[in-house]
C-alpha cells in the first residue's frame, strides 16, 4: 500500500498489491483520472494515458485551443456547465443564481491511516497502517469555496474509500444543490450494470443490463435507502462470472435519500456518480459553514463476481460493523411477532420462551405491542413505557423472568415513528414532518417524527435509554415501518427546507450512536418493514439488519442469495417461521426452512407449542447443528455456486479460513421426474486435502425428520472443485430409499481428515 506522488508531473498513484488508481494534474488545474483497476508498475510518465483529441460540435476552455474540452476528459470530480454537459459530480449555486463551478488544485496531503467522518458511519482503521489516505485540497476563487477530495486505499484488496467535503470560507451564502460522494469516469462502456432491486417481501434482486449510451441509474427519494433499490451497483465485463473476469463495486455508506447512475457518452466513455440523491436537496453554505458528504467505497477485482463479494463481506464485516458483537457468533433467538402478533399476555410469552429454552434457543425477543396502549396499528407509537395491562411489571418484570430461565431477553422499538393516538403527538402535534396548509398522509396509521431536530431526537433516546437502563436487555430490534413523505420540518426557515431529508438520517445516526455508546453490549438489530434499510449506514450501528419481511424459505433463498453480492452473512437476520407460510400461504418442509434460515444469524419466528414433539426434537438438532456451525458459517468465507435467479437448483457454500472446514446449502425449488445426473462444483477448498463429506436434511421414505446425517464417503478437493459433488438423488451417497420432494433442501458437510 502507497501513495505516489510525482511532484514534475502531477501525477497521483494510489496503489497496493491488487489495484492502482492514477490520477492527474489536468492543464487547467483541474484533477482528471488516468487510471483504476489492476496494479501496474510505477512509471515515471502517465501523461500518454491522457487523451485530448479535437471533437465537432465541443466547447473549448482556452481560446487557441480545439482540443481541451472537459466535455472529453476523463475527470475526477465533474462540475456543471464549464464545457462538460455530463451530469455533474456537484452543483453550486452562488448568490447572483451562478451555477458555475471552477474547482482547481490548491493543495494536497497524505495521512496514515483513516480521518473519521463527523456525524457518519464509514470505513474505519484498527492501526494507521491498514491505510494511507490522500486529500486533494481544490479551490474555487469566484466562489470562495473549498473542496477536499478524500482518497483512502487499504493495504488489502481492490478498495478504495472516497468522500468529499465542502468548506465556505468565502463572504457569501452558497447552496449546494448536488454533492456526490464519487464520481469516477471510465474510459470505455463495455459493462454489465448489475442493480439489487424489488419491493417489500422481494428485496434486492439482481437485475442485470448491458450499459448503453445515455443513462442508467437507481436510487431512492422515500427518505430511507428502501426496499426499491439498494445503495450497491455493479458493473461487470460482460464475460465475467463468479470466478473469472474484472468488475468493479460501487456501495454507499448511507440510509437515506440515495443516487448510483452511470451516464454513458456517445464517445462509449462511462461517468458513475454515486451520493445524495440531488432531488429535493439544497445544502446552504453560510460563510464559515461546511457540509461532509457520505462515504463511497469502490472496489475493483479481476477474479469474478465472488471475489469482490468476499472483499465487500470482509470489508464490512471487520471496518464498518464495530463493537461487542462485531467478531461474536449471534445468539439463536425466537421472536413472538409472528406467533402471536398484538394478541399476548405476559403469561403466553413466557410459555413461548420455556418452550424456545427446552429446544435450546438463547435468546427471547418481545416484538410490537408491549408499550403504551399498543394493541394495533393505530396507537400508542411515541409512548415508549410498558402496558402495564399486558405486564404487570413491566419490562423488567417480564426480563428478569426470561433471565431467570436462562435466556437472554430483547425488545423491539420503532422511535422514528408515532401515531396520532399517543401521548406524545398530542403534548408535540408539531413534531411530526408535515407541510403547512397540506394534507399529512400516513403509512401504517403512523406518521414520521422530524428526527432533524435536536429535542426530538433527545426525547426519544431518553425514553429508549430509561428502558434499557432499568431492564435487563441484551438484543434491540429497531424498526422502521413508512418512508417519507410531506418532508418540511416547522423548525427551519424556507431556505433550509432542502437540508430536511440529510438532516433527518443524521439524527438517526446521532441516536443510534448515542444508544451504542451507552450500552455497548446490546445487540441491535436494524430494521425498515423488513429490507427497506438494509445498507452499509446501518451496518456501522447494528452489525446485522433484518434481512426482510418475507420468511418464506423459498423467497429467502432469493431474497439472501442476492443480498449476498454485497453484504456478509453476520449482518442478516434470517428466521424459521411458521408453515403455512404467513406472507406466502405456502408449506415447506421444517428442514427447508432451517437450512436456508442457517445462512444468516438464525433464529425462529412461530410458537414452538403448536409443533408436534417429531417436530420439536427436529428443532432441538436444528439449533444443536447451528451452534456446532455457525462461526463458520457466519465468519467463513462465502461462494455462490448457483444462482436462483438462474435456475430450479441454488447452492451455496462457507468455508474455514484454514480451509480444513466447509457446509454448503442445496436447495431445489420443484422437484423433477426421471431427472438427469447432477453434480455441483464447489469453490475454495484445499486442492491437496481430502474431505470427508457428510449429507444432512434428506428424509428417508415414510419419515419427516430433516435431521438424519449420511456420510457419502472421502472425496478429494481437487476433485469436489474440478469434477464436483454428485447431488443426484439415487446416486448422492444418500440411503438408497431417500425421497425427495418439492421445496427441497440439504447441508452438506466437508472435513479435511
Known amino acids: 500500500m502507497c501513495i505516489i506522488i510525482n511532484k514534475q508531473k502531477n501525477t497521483f498513484h494510489l496503489c497496493n498489491e491488487e489495484i492502482s488508481y492514477i490520477m492527474t494534474v489536468l492543464p487547467n488545474s483541474q484533477m482528471g483520472q488516468l487510471y483504476f483497476g489492476k496494479r501496474i508498475k510505477e512509471r515515471e510518465d502517465y501523461s500518454h494515458l491522457l487523451e485530448i483529441l479535437p471533437r465537432p460540435m465541443a466547447s473549448c476552455i482556452y481560446d487557441t485551443d480545439k482540443a481541451f474540452s472537459m466535455e472529453h476528459i476523463k475527470q475526477e470530480y465533474g462540475t456543471f456547465g464549464a464545457t462538460d454537459y455530463r451530469i455533474p459530480a456537484a452543483e453550486v449555486i452562488q448568490e447572483n443564481g451562478n451555477r458555475i463551478s471552477e474547482f482547481c488544485l490548491h493543495d494536497y496531503r497524505v495521512e496514515p491511516g483513516k480521518p473519521k467522518l463527523p456525524g457518519l458511519p464509514a470505513t474505519y482503521t484498527e492501526n494507521d497502517a491498514e ?110 462470472d463468479e470466478s473469472h473476469g474484472e468488475a468493479l463495486g460501487f456501495s454507499l455508506i448511507y440510509s437515506g435519500n440515495f443516487l448510483a447512475q452511470a451516464e454513458v457518452d456517445t464517445y462509449d466513455t462511462t461517468r458513475v456518480l454515486m451520493g445524495i440523491h440531488p432531488n429535493g436537496f439544497d445544502w446552504k453554505l453560510s460563510p464559515g459553514e461546511e457540509f461532509q458528504t457520505p462515504e463511497a467505497v469502490m472496489v475493483y477485482t479481476d477474479r469474478g463476481m465472488n471475489h469482490l463479494s468476499q472483499t465487500f463481506h470482509s470489508l464490512y464485516q471487520k471496518r464498518l460493523a464495530r463493537g461487542y458483537w462485531r467478531d461474536r457468533e449471534r445468539p439463536i433467538l425466537i421472536n413472538n411477532w409472528e406467533a402471536t402478533y398484538f394478541d399476548f399476555t405476559e403469561e403466553k410469552l413466557i410459555k413461548i420462551a420455556e418452550k424456545a429454552k427446552e429446544c435450546g434457543i438463547e435468546l427471547f425477543v418481545l416484538d410490537d405491542g408491549w408499550f403504551g396502549q399498543r394493541s394495533s396499528e393505530h396507537a400508542g407509537l411515541g409512548d415508549w413505557t410498558p402496558n402495564l395491562d399486558r405486564l404487570p411489571e413491566g419490562i423488567n418484570g417480564l426480563a428478569q423472568r426470561i433471565e431467570d430461565m436462562g435466556m437472554k431477553f430483547g425488545l423491539w422499538f420503532e422511535p422514528e415513528m408515532v401515531n396520532r393516538d399517543s401521548d406524545l403527538y398530542r403534548e408535540h402535534p408539531d413534531w411530526i414532518l408535515a407541510a403547512p396548509g397540506y394534507r399529512s398522509s400516513h403509512g401504517r396509521y403512523q406518521y414520521v417524527l422530524d428526527f432533524s431536530r435536536k429535542e426530538v431526537v433527545d426525547c426519544i433516546y431518553r425514553m429508549m435509554a430509561k428502558i434499557l437502563s432499568e431492564a435487563k436487555i441484551s438484543y434491540v430490534k429497531w424498526d422502521m415501518n ?152 457466519q465468519f467463513g468465507t462465502f461462494y455462490r455456486l448457483k444462482s436462483p435467479f438462474d435456475g430450479n437448483i441454488t447452492a451455496w457454500m462457507t468455508v474455514s479460513s484454514d480451509r480444513k472446514e466447509a457446509v454448503a446449502g442445496w436447495y431445489r425449488t420443484l422437484n423433477g421426474v426421471n431427472m438427469p445426473y447432477t453434480r455441483l462444483r464447489l469453490q475454495g477448498l484445499d486442492p491437496e486435502a481430502e474431505y470427508e463429506v457428510e449429507v444432512r436434511g434428506s428424509c428417508e421414505r415414510g419419515t419427516f425428520s430433516g435431521t438424519q446425517s449420511f456420510r457419502i464417503g472421502t472425496r478429494c478437493g481437487d476433485e469436489l472443485m474440478n469434477l464436483g459433488l454428485i447431488t443426484s438423488d439415487a446416486s448422492s451417497g444418500q440411503n438408497e430409499n431417500a425421497e425427495s420432494c418439492d421445496f427441497d433442501s440439504r447441508i452438506y458437510i466437508l472435513k479435511a481428515k
Not at 408449506?587 to 436456508?596: E, Y
Open 131 to 240: 491505510t494511507d489516505t490522500l486529500i486533494l485540497g481544490l479551490e474555487d476563487q469566484q466562489a470562495g469555496l473549498r473542496l477536499e477530495l478524500t482518497y483512502t486505499v487499504f493495504a488489502r484488496g481492490g478498495i478504495i474509500a472516497r468522500s468529499a467535503r465542502f468548506l465556505n470560507h468565502g463572504g457569501q451564502t452558497l447552496h449546494l444543490s448536488s454533492a456526490m460522494s464519487l464520481c469516477m469516469d471510465l474510459p470505455d462502456s463495455e459493462y454489465d450494470w448489475i442493480q439489487f432491486s424489488g419491493a417489500w417481501a422481494r428485496e434486492r434482486y439482481p437485475k442485470v443490463r448491458r450499459l448503453e449510451q445515455g443513462i442508467q441509474s437507481v436510487g431512492s427519494l422515500r427518505g430511507h435507502s428502501s426496499h426499491n433499490h439498494n445503495p450497491f451497483v455493479i458493473l461487470k465485463r460482460p464475460n465475467t
Open 482 to 633: 413508512r418512508s417519507i413523505t410531506e418532508c418540511y420540518s416547522a423548525a427551519l426557515p424556507p431556505d433550509r427546507q432542502g437540508e430536511v431529508y440529510h438532516r433527518y438520517i443524521l439524527g438517526v445516526y446521532d441516536l443510534y450512536e448515542r444508544l451504542t455508546e451507552e450500552f455497548p453490549q446490546v445487540l441491535f438489530e436494524s430494521c425498515a418493514s423488513g429490507g427497506g434499510r438494509f445498507d452499509p449506514g446501518m451496518l456501522y450501528y447494528a452489525p446485522q439488519a433484518w434481512t426482510s419481511d418475507d420468511t418464506d424459505a423459498v423467497e429467502r433463498v432469493k431474497i439472501q442469495y442476492g443480498s449476498t453480492y454485497c453484504y456478509p452473512l453476520s449482518s442478516m437476520g434470517s428466521h424459521v417461521s411458521a408453515a403455512p407460510n404467513h406472507q406466502l400461504n405456502r408449506n415447506t418442509p421444517l428442514r427447508t426452512r432451517a437450512n436456508t434460515a442457517y445462512f444468516g444469524t438464525f433464529g425462529y419466528e412461530l410458537n414452538l407449542n403448536l409443533l408436534s414433539e417429531e417436530e420439536q426434537e427436529e428443532v432441538k438438532e436444528q439449533i444443536r447443528f447451528m451452534k456446532e456451525y455457525r462461526h463458520l458459517i
